[in-house]
DNA sequence: CCGCCCATCTGAACATGTTCAAAAACGCCC
DNA sequence: GGGCGTTTTTGAACATGTTCAGATGGGCGG
């Protein structure tokens, strides 16, 4: 996350400017291969600049990770407000994310090798990252109310947070996913995207009652 | 992975004494919190000297999951020839893995860390780790093999692969598992494998060689 | 025993993330 | 405008993973 200084404009474009000469660098040589020293310098401040407003070099991939979401709040409800079919909604939510990552790969690896230990104060499933990831599931339950598809009521609570994980394993598999132009991640998405949908329809039907229980119950335990 | 020096009965020695003193210090106070200077200090070498014999600190820690290795080699056979049940086996081979790893927790956090990503030269999936990897999946065959349960030939090719990335994501949940002695995972296991064999006994019915044909096919795709 | 080669080992040097004490710039009150 | 407290900026210093040119020493042919 980012400090909270920069209140005044020149601090604020000082900030700016750091962080801009840090994502081209990282997009340009990734993220080992630049230093804070060569943030610095491109930023036209001293080395220690860079630290007085974020606070570590991750923090800086953070600060990348915090604009897209500034972003997707802007976009996402809109995008959802489109269609009732939920379905459809999911994909726009989650095609949302992968454009907005599409340039950015080389530094979201960067980000999984953090983020993947949740003991790590900037990791997607720690206390220092909940409300970036509220916000995330919040989209999600966005998608879930009111759309065409019916919920079960005790599923409502849980459900958006699952989707939120299974998002997060699909970006995962398309950071890593080398064939070309990432087909095998719109294949992994359109396939289960679809099963997905399909359960939780089916997880509707009057006699999946006690299943549907079991599934949450074990959920909330895990 | 380990370089090939260290043939001389001296060398191999002082070999074994740094990854001792490795070891000891990284489960003292964690893989961040260990020196190359300790490790040195401790081992009563130079600091140069743990470079001659492993190429990274990471490799210390890959030195561990090999001796690890050593050992499996000799036990695992011995524990699957005990039963002909399939669930049995399968439970063997996982909780010799967690007997194992039990007290290096904080040791294998540091080596996920490295291992997510596909692209470093010491990850699990990648090049490198292919041989330690293969005589994993081979255990996982070796359990299946004239195990009591039947597996359909269509699936005798994967499942073992399936069955080793099974338990990977288990050992991963178990890693962060915080909950007392761990015994969420446990749950998540007993839970988990249960389902496994009942899948795999399913999938040998008459009515399942199409349902079972497509998930194949997903599997080789991706 | 000599001299040479090579595996082994040393410790200083290097690169880079991070810290910190001090300097500079700024805003504000008088 | 001058003094003063705060914010911002600086650059040297530090810690630590890693490299490397050279020292050490042990074995072997002569």
Do not use: C
């Not at 400090?3 to 993220?31: S, V, W, Y």
């Amino acid at each position: 996350m980012v400090i909270a200084r920069g209140t005044t404009p020149k601090a604020e474009e000082t900030r700016e400017r750091i962080l801009d000469a840090a994502l081209a660098l990282f997009q340009e040589r990734g993220f080992d291969d630049t230093t804070m020293r060569d943030i610095a310098e491109k930023a036209d401040v001293a080395t220690g600049a860079a630290y007085y407003y974020f606070r570590s070099k991750e923090d800086l991939v953070m600060a990348f990770y915090a604009r897209a979401a500034d972003e997707a709040r802007d976009v996402v409800p809109e995008l959802i407000g489109r269609s009732r079919d939920l379905k459809k909604r999911l994909r726009a939510v989650i095609d949302q994310k992968f454009e907005q990552f599409e340039e950015h790969r080389k530094l979201l690896i960067a980000l999984v090798r953090i983020g993947i230990d949740p003991k790590h104060r900037l990791s997607p499933f720690g206390k220092e990252t909940e409300p970036m990831r509220g916000e995330s599931i919040e989209f999600f339950r966005l998608a879930i109310d009111e759309s065409s598809t019916n919920v079960p009521k005790d599923l409502r609570a849980d459900l958006p947070a699952l989707l939120w994980m299974y998002q997060m394993a699909l970006i995962l598999y398309w950071l890593f996913d080398d064939s070309p132009n990432q087909k095998k991640t719109k294949l992994l998405t359109d396939g289960t995207l679809e099963l997905v949908v399909r359960l939780i329809q089916l997880s509707s039907l009057p006699l999946m009652g006690p299943l549907r229980k079991r599934v949450v119950a074990l959920v909330r335990a895990i």
